[in-house]
């Protein structure tokens, strides 16, 4: 009987340690230290094949800030389980736009509750959630817990921050990021319109080259934080797979 009581007090420890519990509306909860991943070099496993109980697939813990696997073109599973001790609905927050193809999967009890496709090669009216940042309902009443699912790849390295939490939180967090983008993108245009009001007075074309270089820096940061698609060419994602070109401009343009 001893023995048994303490295989379950392990077993019980070890499932609490695995899942994140929600606990406050206005609070972000980081899901990388604590979802599992799994490789998936070709592509062909599917959410079926994750939720079979005889399957016995490797996963492996993240255990770091950031969900991060290099420059790869594999597909990665990852599983989190949330628990939701809130009022509020949640939400799963991948913090990368430039990321090439998502699937979430909000499970329970080995069943499919919810799912989503998103990504970069997508048109930006295709998410669930109108955000440069990709945002995903639960379904998780109070009390309860989800294992969420995420695929993801990317041909330009696979890194991304990974939270969860309520409407409100994640709120709180765009309204403080916003603010300091549109400082810095106002600086940058700034700095456009002084130097071309230099080069239309005294005519010197080096003040012309480096309108063109803070330019196309500021143009690079837009479309890696997803305001450039989003707001100049949210129907047409196609461009997206060429933003290197972008960062070649602008190393011709520094040079």
């Given at each position: 009987m001893r023995h048994l009581?303490?295989?379950?007090?392990?077993?019980?420890?070890?499932?609490?340690?695995?899942?994140?519990?929600?606990?406050?509306?206005?609070t972000l909860y980081n899901l990388a230290y604590t979802a599992e991943y799994i490789e998936n070099p070709d592509g062909k496993l599917e959410i079926n094949d994750l939720l079979q109980k005889n399957?016995?697939?490797?996963?492996?813990?993240v255990g770091k800030q950031n969900v991060g696997f290099g420059l790869t073109t594999s597909f990665f599973w990852l599983k989190a389980i949330v628990r939701n001790e809130t009022n509020e609905k949640l939400f799963v927050e991948i913090d990368n736009n430039s990321l090439t193809d998502i699937l979430v999967f909000e499970t329970m009890a080995e069943q499919v509750k919810k799912q989503y496709h998103a990504g970069n090669w997508l048109p930006f009216n295709k998410r669930v959630m109108r955000n440069i940042d990709y945002l995903f309902p639960l379904e998780v009443q109070k009390d309860s817990s989800a294992t969420v699912y995420i695929r993801v790849m990317h041909f330009r390295?696979?890194?991304?921050?990974?939270?969860?939490?309520?409407?409100?939180?994640?709120?709180?967090?765009?309204v403080e990021r916003t603010f300091f983008d549109g400082i810095y993108y106002g600086l940058m245009l700034l700095m456009i319109l002084y130097n071309l009001f230099i080069y239309f007075s005294i005519k010197d074309k080096s003040y012309l080259y480096y309108v063109f270089y803070v330019f196309l820096i500021?143009?690079?940061?837009?479309?890696?934080?997803?305001?450039?698609?989003?707001?100049?060419?949210?129907?047409?994602?196609?461009?997206?797979?060429?933003?290197?070109?972008i960062a070649a401009l602008v190393g011709i343009a520094g040079i």
């Open positions: 009581f303490l295989m379950l007090l392990v077993l019980f420890t070890a499932l609490a340690k695995s899942q994140v519990v929600i606990t406050s509306s206005d399957q016995s697939l490797a996963f492996k813990v390295g696979t890194q991304f921050p990974l939270h969860a939490g309520t409407l409100k939180a994640f709120y709180s967090v765009d500021a143009f690079l940061n837009a479309s890696m934080d997803g305001y450039s698609f989003r707001y100049f060419w949210p129907s047409l994602p196609v461009i997206n797979r060429y933003e290197d070109i």
